[in-house]
């Protein structure tokens, strides 16, 4: 069984001011992720105040590659089917995206991703995974 994967365009991200610089480096096809100036640790999803110790946190640049934790693909929920994965960045945090540009029962747990970026409807493309 083939199911193939086909382009979408996603619905435009609200961006505010503390999400700005994230949003500009996607526009640049970098991916951003927060790390705690106190405790050094890395999180997703982006937030000003660390998770574990509440320390003050900056952007950091991501590697943009990582390996699928978990996934599944949807077949029947609307037009196309998609799959929607758990990737784990090769900084340590997990974060939920969309698999593409590849046959969608090719993916497994454990498959090697890297970042790419889909476009939107009138605002910055969003984080996106495909195959290495």
């Known amino acids: 069984m083939t199911t193939p994967y086909t382009p979408t365009t996603y619905k435009a991200p609200s961006e505010q001011p503390d999400n700005a610089e994230f949003w500009q480096a ?3 096809g ?14 997703w999803y982006p937030r000003t105040l660390c998770p574990f110790c509440l320390g003050t946190t900056q ?18 929920a609307g037009p196309t089917p998609f799959c929607i994965a758990y990737v784990t960045l090769d900084e340590g945090v997990t ?11 090719t993916v497994h747990i454990g498959q090697r991703v ?5 476009p939107t409807d009138n605002g910055p493309p ?7």
């Open 26 to 28: 996607a526009r640049a």
């Open 30 to 43: 970098r991916l951003l992720v927060r790390r705690c100036d106190s405790c050094g640790k890395t999180h």
């Open 59 to 76: 952007w950091k640049a991501a590697s943009g590659r990582g390996t699928i934790y978990s996934y599944s693909v949807t077949r029947r």
């Open 95 to 105: 974060m939920m995206s969309h698999i593409v540009d590849c046959d969608l029962d």
């Open 114 to 118: 890297q970042v790419s970026f889909a």
């Open 126 to 132: 969003v984080p996106t995974f495909r195959p290495l």
